[in-house]
């Protein structure tokens, strides 16, 4: 089978916790993969294994090329075609550099004269106004931060990506300008993508096919529409009861999430969201009023689960009552 990542008996340790045993699994070229999991599960040891940051036993091949048989500088070559992006940009960016010199450092040891518009296409791709390049990562706010850390992955042009909870760290609004940005991206460049979340209802909105860990294993793989309909692991079935949304496949409409990430009024009392589902008519209690004693997050908690995304309906000065 044509792959763009293979991962073969991935084994972990560290000291004596066993991290990882056995993992494999193949990401085919132009597909996301999400791997999910409980936390401490193994899921970022396993990208930190992918991108060399974790020592590991078994065999990761990257297009046609084993990392297991060829030289140490071939592999780092390789390894150059796969890109992290990591939960927490405050950490991941250098607090030191401008935002240019953060994903300029992305474009690795060949650069040139023309670097400064190549950072500039980088930070229009993500979407980002060029001149926050003379900024500080710290004068950002923190979804522009992680479009900064996704710009400085593509700058080595990677055929896979490897997103390790990017949206973790964000505001539940900006979570979806996020993950919107990452699928516009995925699919106009043809990117490969191993998408780690812990969050089911997201992984079902950006993946293809899924691999589900538990206790540094994949107890189950397979598209995505299979797993979440037909989930045969025991362990599969209780993190999808754990989630009510996916279990009742409630989930989420892209006009939604783009509704979201549109200009969202400032929220508090008085302002309304409307949560939409792809799936059968909204009911009654799909929406979520705000005011003083229901204050957005709550009413968002109430309603819906926390890490669904929601499309503003208006804001009044009262709340309106949707039929
Ligand atoms: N640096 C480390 N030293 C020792 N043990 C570690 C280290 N990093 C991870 N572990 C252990 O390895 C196992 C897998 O952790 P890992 O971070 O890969 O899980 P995860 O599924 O990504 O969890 P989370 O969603 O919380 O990030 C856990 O038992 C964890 O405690």
New binding site residues.
Partial sequence: MNTALSVRDLG?R??S?V??HDVSFDLAPGRVLGLV????????????AVVGLAPHTGRITIGDTDLSVVSARAARQARRRVQLVF?DPRSSLDPRFTVAECVAEGLGAGRGRDTSRRVEELLELVSLDPDLGRSRPGQLSGGQRQRVAIARALAAEPEVLVA??VTASLDVSVQAVVLNLLRRLQSELGLSMLF?S?NLAVVRYMCDDVAV?FD?HIVEEGTVEDVISRPQHPYTRSLLAAVPEVGQHRLLSDSAIEASSASAPAPGPGCEYRLRCPVGPLRRDDRAVCNTENPLPEAINRVHHASCHFAPARSTESPVVVG
Avoid: C, F, N, P
């Fill in positions: 972990v560290y000291g916790v991290a990882l999991g409980e936390s401490g599960s193994g899921k970022s040891t396993t990208a930190r939960q390790d909870e780690i812990h860990m540094g």
